[in-house]
């Protein structure tokens, strides 16, 4: 059960397409569903993947995920509650501020990290700034993919070959080296 939570236009969508079909090539029943909060406009998108022997349903309940994928601090608070005891919170230390702290109706909260870590198994890294090093910000989810990737039973080269057929094909070579950054942090 994996939850990938960001903001619209932060790639959550490819990345729920990159893990969807990663299951399917290792001969797992899958099931993807993806919820959009007027993600066009920053708001909160959450996929849910998936996977195994044989899935009923695409939605994974609260304290049931394996893994959380979080793109943003804040969306990683939002949606902690999902996670399994033993669960994996992998989480771009990024901000972006939602409308409310935007027009002034309400704060970013101090110390999200440092409070998820006193409940959760907390992986972060500053994918974006990482990214950035390799030159195309946007590739930033593939960074934090490949740290998600060491909780998961999948060989770099199934990664690989997913990542190929699924980005466009002009960027596969940085979603690799993006993807290659967060495996080996």
């Not at 939850?3 to 299951?23: C, K, W």
């Not at 009923?56 to 601090?73: K, L, S, Y």
């Not at 969306?75 to 669960?87: I, M, N, Q, T």
């Not at 409070?115 to 030159?135: F, I, P, Q, S």
Request: charged share 25%.
């Amino acid at each position: 059960n994996i939850m990938i939570v960001g903001v619209g236009g932060q790639g959550t969508l490819l990345t729920s397409r990159i893990l969807g079909g990663l299951a399917i090539a290792g001969g797992y029943d899958v099931k993807l569903s993806e919820v959009h909060g007027m993600a066009q406009r920053g708001g909160s998108v959450v996929t849910f993947v998936r996977y195994g022997e044989n899935v009923a349903e695409p939605i994974v309940e609260e304290g049931q995920a394996d893994v959380i994928i979080a793109f943003e601090r804040l969306e990683a608070l939002r949606y902690a509650h999902f996670l399994k005891k033993d669960g994996a919170l992998v989480v771009n230390d990024w901000r972006i501020d939602p409308m409310p702290v935007v027009i002034g109706a309400a704060e970013y909260p101090d110390h999200i990290i440092e409070d998820l870590r006193e409940r959760h198994k907390v992986y972060t890294v500053n994918a974006t700034e990482e990214a950035k090093k390799l030159g195309n910000p946007r590739v930033f989810n593939l960074v934090v993919l490949g740290i998600a990737a060491q909780h998961m039973d999948f060989t770099k080269e199934q990664w690989y070959e997913v990542i190929e057929k699924t980005v466009p094909p002009k960027t596969i070579e940085i979603n690799k080296k993006a993807f290659d950054v967060g495996y080996h942090l």
